[in-house]
């Protein structure tokens, strides 16, 4: 007859502060691990970013919205471009009678920039701001095409031709073939 042993199961590691909606918290800097690469919860460049829990999913899971005064220069303007697009797109879907009924509050609205992190990847932050900035002006969302992806950038450049025309099997197999001569006129220019 053998002896029975007792043997506790191994607990996973809690985190030392039990988070909760609306407590303030900053995301620590540190080197990604593989293991962040597969879980996709933490990203160096989100290291020193502050703002405020939204939501505990589980006691490692914890959702932030980020402080825009935090970001950088770059997650500022892409933030930017994307609060602008969803302006025009929201004031773009109405008519004019429900644009009129809109209060400027409503018609200035801002996103949240929110991300998932680990519970352990969170410090005690800084308090809140004291006012969010307005990232939009209103003239920027009327002057908005809706069509551009973005301003300034290669792909926008109107002297660049459009190449985003599939071509038919014909045309594949009539260039396939002046490649394979261009190929074959190199060979033979090299002997």
Known sequence: ?????????????????????????RIKT???TAADQESL?????LGG???????VFSETEIAVVIDVDSM???MVGA??????????KFLGSLGEEQKRNLSPEEKRFNANYVVLVKAADLE???PKPKSEPNLVEDEEVEEYEGESIAQGVLYDDPEIAETSARLSPEDLDKAEEE????RQGKKTKRR
Do not use: N, Q
């Open 72 to 74: 950088s220069e770059v």
């Open 79 to 88: 933030h930017k471009e994307a609060v602008k697009r969803m302006r025009a």
């Open 41 to 45: 919860l933490y990203f160096p460049h």
């Open 124 to 126: 005690k932050g800084p």
């Open 49 to 55: 970013l502050t703002g405020t829990v939204r939501s």
């Open 179 to 182: 490649e394979l001569r261009r």
């Open 1 to 25: 007859m053998g002896i029975l042993w007792h043997v506790p199961k191994a607990k996973t590691p809690s985190p030392k502060t039990k988070w909760k909606p609306g407590d303030r918290v």
């Open 30 to 32: 540190r080197e990604a």
